[in-house]
């Protein structure tokens, strides 16, 4: 089974416009931390925000906001005020283990957002 | 700039060769992943190593192998290459035992003609 799940391959979205991505997850641990990664056309895998199981409140980076809704099992990623340069592909990820654990991240297909002038 | 280095950039080589990539991680991460991107799986986790030790194993091929030196740089070795190795191969580092990001490197794109 899909432990990451992103059911968006491609999105558009106005400039200046907010855009959620969505993400849905899936495990059996009690802890467990949730990523997005950007991914440029030039291919390096950029970390945008971290969400932590048992954080309560919502991470936000700037203009990237993770909608977490642990008893839904979903992590969207929620990008305000597009620009241009946020066209990319984006990964969910998720790592599974107690905080400061240095486990592997497992990986979602990843959605492509188009941003549009 | 993430501050994992990694080498070479691109590497264009024959079905049957064998290749190393090369990964630095962030100073002071002790953490190194590597991961596989190819069009049709995805990224894939390959193999970890922590402070010189290997800890975790994914989906790496028995054709493919890695190392982690003392000054903790590391290494990927991919032999009796096939057309399927084609992919984006990247290194990650993570500190390891406070913080949970993995910062990537810009990758090494193989290319196996």
């Known amino acids: 089974a899909q432990k990451i799940t992103q059911t968006q391959p491609g999105m558009f979205v106005q400039e200046k416009e907010a855009v959620t991505l969505d993400c849905t997850y899936d495990t059996s641990d009690q802890s467990y931390g949730l990523f997005w990664y950007k991914q440029p056309s030039s291919g390096e895998m950029i970390f945008l925000i971290y969400?932590?199981?048992?954080?309560?409140q919502n991470a936000t980076e700037g203009r990237y906001s993770l909608n977490f809704q642990k008893a839904r099992k979903s992590a969207n990623l929620v990008i305000s005020a597009s620009q241009l340069g946020d066209s990319a592909m984006y990964f969910c990820?998720?790592?599974?283990?107690?905080?400061?654990?240095?486990?592997?991240?497992?990986f979602g297909k990843g959605t492509r957002l188009s941003v549009i002038a | 700039d993430s501050g994992v280095t990694q080498t070479p950039k691109h590497l264009i080589t024959a079905t049957g060769q064998r290749v190393t990539l090369r990964c630095s991680p962030r100073s002071g991460d002790l953490s190194v992943y590597w991961y596989q991107q190819s069009l049709d799986q995805g990224l894939q986790f390959l193999i970890q190593y922590y402070n010189g030790e290997e800890r975790a194993k994914g989906n790496i091929l028995e054709r493919f192998s890695a190392q982690q030196f003392p000054d903790l740089h590391s290494e990927l070795n991919l032999s009796s290459l096939e057309l399927g190795d084609s992919a984006l191969y990247f290194c990650?580092?993570?500190?390891?035992?406070?913080?949970?990001?993995?910062?990537f490197g810009p990758g090494t794109r193989l290319t196996v003609l």
């Open positions: 990650a580092s993570s500190v390891g035992l406070a913080y949970n990001e993995q910062f």
């Open positions: 969400q932590g199981s048992y954080d309560e």
């Open positions: 990820a998720m790592r599974e283990g107690p905080r400061g654990g240095n486990t592997p991240l497992v």
